[in-house]
């Protein structure tokens, strides 16, 4: 798809709810790394996609003497590779972006403070839900109930649950064509995730295929070093792990991934 069409429908959807509040669209200096478009009203917004990194972020941070400070906090973050993705994922991230600015997140971004710029290079696994919408639709909805019904979002049992079913029959359905792209996709997730990301795409995900065959077909297009992390992890499949933490999320599938 066409990077600047697809830009434009992501924007689309977060400018429509700006305007209405009375924000204004400022001009942005054009970059031969990235393409910005900047909000300004009680507080600033931006949304920027990244050539290199094919990921779209939306940002907020204060106002100061009529300026953005330039405190910038990532809200909520995509993948779009412009190559491979659609106008229904481009429609599906400016959505969330949408979703994000008029639901209870507004609230807590609009008292943020003053602090250091959050890191970018690591997605964990709201984001990599988020992902498996493109892929899997009715994960919106789903994604919307666990966030409003529990504190944090419980990435590992949530892709248990939600997402893996789905994941078995959808890599059974696939041509050749579309297998090498899906297989793509997990490679990069699995480079940008965190220890969440990571253990979900190899112990949960790739283990849940039972069959070696569509197993290999899925990590065709793997980077070298992933695809023997994935081989290596498939000697877990069958044993039992330690339920999720929901306090500390992040812990389970670190000392899954050491304990390997």
């Given at each position: 798809m066409e990077l600047?069409?697809a830009f434009e ?9 700006l305007l ?6 400022q001009a942005?200096?054009e970059s ?15 949304i920027?996609?990244?050539f290199?990194?094919k990921?779209?972020?939306l940002?907020?941070?204060?106002m100061?003497d009529g300026?953005?400070d330039?405190?910038?906090k990532?809200?909520a973050?995509?993948?779009f590779?412009?190559?491979t993705d659609?106008s229904r994922d481009a429609?599906?991230i400016?959505?969330d ?5 008029r ?6 971004v609009?008292k943020?403070k003053k ?17 498996m919408?493109?892929?899997?639709p009715?994960l919106?909805d789903e994604i919307a109930?666990?966030?409003a019904?529990y ?6 049992t949530f892709a ?8 078995k029959?959808?890599?059974?359905t ?7 792209k899906?297989?793509?996709t ?6 940008t995730g965190d220890l969440?990301v ?7 995900l790739?283990?849940s295929?039972?069959?070696d065959?569509?197993?290999e077909k899925?990590t ?5 070093e992933?695809k023997?992390i994935?081989?290596?992890?498939r000697?877990?499949r ?6 999720e ?5 992040s812990?389970?599938?670190a000392?899954?991934?050491n304990?390997?």
């Amino acid at each position: 798809m066409e990077l600047n069409r697809a830009f434009e429908l992501i924007t689309g959807k977060v400018e429509k709810i700006l305007l209405a509040r009375g924000y204004k669209k400022q001009a942005v200096a054009e970059s031969d790394k990235e393409m910005t478009a900047l909000y300004t009203g009680d507080i600033a917004y931006s949304i920027v996609y990244y050539f290199d990194k094919k990921r779209v972020l939306l940002r907020s941070c204060g106002m100061e003497d009529g300026e953005p400070d330039n405190t910038w906090k990532t809200v909520a973050t995509w993948l779009f590779d412009p190559e491979t993705d659609t106008s229904r994922d481009a429609e599906n991230i400016g959505e969330d972006f949408a979703e994000t600015i008029r639901g209870p997140k507004q609230t807590a971004v609009q008292k943020q403070k003053k602090s250091k710029k959050d890191g970018e290079n690591t997605s964990d696994p709201l984001f990599f839900a988020n992902r498996m919408v493109m892929y899997f639709p009715e994960l919106r909805d789903e994604i919307a109930y666990e966030k409003a019904h529990y504190e944090s979002f419980r990435g590992i049992t949530f892709a248990d649950e939600k997402i893996m079913p789905r994941f078995k029959e959808y890599v059974k359905t696939l041509n050749k064509g579309s297998m090498e792209k899906f297989s793509k996709t997990l490679s990069d997730l699995y480079d940008t995730g965190d220890l969440d990301v990571k253990g979900i795409i190899t112990y949960i995900l790739l283990n849940s295929i039972e069959d070696d065959e569509v197993f290999e077909k899925v990590t065709g297009n793997f980077a070298p070093e992933n695809k023997k992390i994935a081989v290596e992890s498939r000697k877990l499949r069958g044993k039992k792990m330690k339920p999720e933490k929901p306090q500390k999320p992040s812990r389970f599938m670190a000392d899954t991934l050491n304990n390997t």
